[in-house]
């Protein structure tokens, strides 16, 4: 995963050089393979994020290492979204028949977007972590994406047949063409979402081409959603498709953060794309995560397998700071 040295110190203050942030990341257990000069002083450092640590795969991830490392607060972008009169519920539907694939999915809609260029400081945002630009409503849940580290997906809601979001398991023999130009045929070991008559997308791993964000995109669904991980995991090796949202998804997203990075995703768009947020959320849950949860430790067996000697009140101290 890469980075950007500028916008992670947007995250967390620290007075760190980017060599000496890459020696106490990499102490700490995240391998830096490279560092990139970038214009205006900036860098990019390439990160090896190891598969137990998906919570590391976000610059707000990264904020809560480097607090744990440090001290210092956390500065998170801002999610507060100002709703329209219309109601979410009256401009689109949601259901999910794999509860067990989909635990929960949450949608969010703004209508009369203008989809066009991004603006050049959000532009420059995603060429500092490697990312080329596509338009506003995309280039914002790529920067959501990174912030948070939770994948969204944007469908243009007037292709979706019926206004419908049905979360289901694939038809024997039906087939999609994904946004990278590949017709793929699907067999029900597959998620997908899709609307009363075919899938739209490939449930965690990558979108189809006919609901896409265009030009004349002008009413926009947002999805964001938790897929269970080894579902999403065979689906991706399976079909050797691997995307930003897979890489994610088969690693453990966050099941909590879903309503804050949709929330921040649809701010973005009623600013840049001139679009109204509909009031209130699509929230179907299947199951019910818990706001806090409970971590069992023997600080005595932790120290015996680190072979070192750390209090409980500083062990405690370090997984606070990591929430």
């Given amino acids: 995963m890469k980075i950007s040295y500028n916008w992670l110190k947007e995250f967390i203050d620290f007075n760190w050089s980017v060599k000496e942030l890459a020696g106490k990341l990499t102490f700490a257990g995240i391998e830096i393979e490279g560092i990139e000069d970038l214009p205006s002083g900036d860098f ?3 990160l090896e994020i190891t598969p137990n640590r998906p919570d590391c795969l976000s610059f707000l991830g990264l904020a809560r290492e480097i607090r744990a490392l440090n001290g210092g607060q956390i500065k998170v972008p801002g999610c507060q979204v100002t709703e329209g009169p219309q109601d979410v519920n009256s401009l689109a539907k949601v259901e999910v028949e794999d509860k067990q694939g989909c635990p929960r999915y949450l949608a969010r809609v703004i209508t009369g977007v203008k989809v066009a260029e991004s603006p050049e400081w959000l532009k420059k945002k995603l060429e500092s972590i490697g990312l080329r630009p596509i338009n506003n409503v995309a280039d914002i849940t790529n920067l959501a994406l990174y912030e948070f580290g939770h994948p969204l997906h944007s469908f243009d809601l007037d292709k979706l047949s019926g206004q419908k979001i049905i979360v289901r398991r694939a ?6 063409t994904t946004l990278d130009g590949v017709e793929r045929k699907l067999t029900p070991e597959y998620l997908v979402i899709a609307d009363a008559q075919r899938p739209a997308a490939i449930a965690g791993i990558m979108g189809g081409m006919e609901s896409e964000i265009s030009a004349a995109t002008k009413n926009v669904l947002l999805e964001s959603a938790y897929f269970d991980p080894p579902l999403i995991r065979r689906g991706s090796k399976n079909l050797g498709l691997k995307s930003d949202a897979s890489y994610r998804f088969e690693r453990g997203a966050d099941p909590n953060i ?18 109204q947020v509909a009031k209130g959320i699509i929230d179907v849950s299947a199951k019910k995560f818990p706001a806090d949860w409970e971590l069992k430790l023997r600080p005595e067996k932790a120290c015996s397998l680190l072979g070192a000697d750390i209090k409980p009140e500083k062990m405690a101290e370090i997984l606070n700071a990591l929430e």
């Fill in 171 to 176: 038809k024997k023999d039906e087939a999609i």
């Fill in 258 to 275: 879903l309503e804050q990075a949709v929330n921040r995703a649809a701010r973005l768009i009623s600013e840049i794309a001139g679009g």
């Fill in 44 to 46: 990019q450092l390439d």
